[in-house]
């Protein structure tokens, strides 16, 4: 994988944290609430980009 591009947005008390390939422009979110670390949201969102492109990639 290339070069992956985070949005972080806040919702109320929740936030959505989405990532987005930027070779491919595959793009997957993570949400839940607030006090979760930015660190841990990026990286749960890049493994679920991850998992994603590999099912993509097997089909």
Known sequence: MTEVYF???QI???F???VIDAQT???TFVS???HTPQKRREEL???KLIYVMSKKNNS
Do not use: L, N, S, W
């Open 25 to 27: 422009g595959v793009e």
């Open 7 to 9: 949005e972080h947005h």
């Open 16 to 18: 959505k944290t989405v």
């Open 32 to 34: 839940g609430p607030i």
């Open 45 to 47: 969102a890049y493994k």
């Open 12 to 14: 109320g008390q929740y």
